[in-house]
């Protein structure tokens, strides 16, 4: 039976500085299934993540800018409303990396079941998604953290930052966590138990605020910002720190190069290791995550919370939003 798909797609690029509603629209298109192999699949709810900020312009990025007029690819979770395929039932929920749509048709290759449904379906998004697995590979494979060590994280009140303060708890760290919000303060430290958070947007002097709530500087810094804050960051590590560069979100929309880091000499004396990393990368890699995290949710060790936005039509906005900081948590669209 043919349906009506709606999506969202970019109506132009941003080169620099911070999207706008305006550069996105709604369309619909005619949708059926027809070859033996293909599902229909009516989404339950769309991922909006920062690195679609990267994708937005022509720039060569580590993956291909959106493409103007189609819909917008990412990460959503579904359930099958039709199906030609031998592998997939009516009612199966999947995962699929087909992005801004309420529904779509598509080959059987392009989706995958998800099994574990004791789980609210929305933390496959999150913690037991992409989000969670870039704070595991992160911290175990990237900073290979161990117990009783002393972590700094930023944009701490966020998906990504939310799951590796509570990892980092878990081995008995100590986690000094920054935010931009008074709201997602009180989270990190009143639910979450981080040993200290704090607002960065009230801070004069991030260097010495450092050094006043942590005199013993960090083992790690799990940086999810870049720019100012990556700076000051290297100026309070311990010898032999260990940086993970995560993500650049305060320089993604950035209106002028910046001028760089001009403590390189700290990064010498210390011996710190600065190391990125992207989660593509390690996708094979994601059967010790999934075990661990579906434990540690399940029992009740990795809470999450979650700002959710209603209809696919507001995903413009989510993105938006989720730029400015309004998010606590995952930034999810609910379809
Ligand atoms: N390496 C990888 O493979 C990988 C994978 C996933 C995500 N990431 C990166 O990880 C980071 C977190 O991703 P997420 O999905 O969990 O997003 P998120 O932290 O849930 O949301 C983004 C947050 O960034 C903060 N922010 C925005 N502008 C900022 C600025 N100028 N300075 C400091 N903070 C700013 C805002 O929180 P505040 O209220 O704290 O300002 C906002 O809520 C992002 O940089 C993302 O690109 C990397």
Partial sequence: MNEISKYISLKQYVPIGTPEISNFELKSEEIKIENKDEVMVLNQFISVDPYMRARMTEKKNYKEPFKIGKAMDGLAIGKVIQTNSNNFNVGDIVSSNLGWRDKYA?????????????????AYLGPLGMTGHTAYIGLFKIGKIKENQTVLVSSAGGSVGSTVCQIAKMMNCKVIASTGSDKKVDWLKNELNVDHAFNY???????????????????????????????SAIFRMKN??????????SQMSATSAGS?????????????TIRGFLIFDHENDSDNFQQDMTKWIIEGKIKFKETIYDGIDKAPQAFVDLLNGKNIGKMLVKI
């Fill in 240 to 249: 032999f720190g260990k940086i993970i560069i995560c993500g650049r979100i």
């Fill in 106 to 122: 598509t080959s059987e290759k392009n989706i995958k079941k998800i099994i574990n449904q004791d789980i609210p379906l929305s």
């Fill in 260 to 272: 760089g880091l001009k403590n390189m000499a700290h990064v010498l004396v210390k011996r710190l």
């Fill in 201 to 231: 947007k009230k801070i004069d002097n991030l260097v010495l605020y450092l050094k006043e709530v942590c005199p013993e500087g960090f083992d790690i810094y799990f940086d999810n910002v870049g720019g100012d804050f990556l700076e």
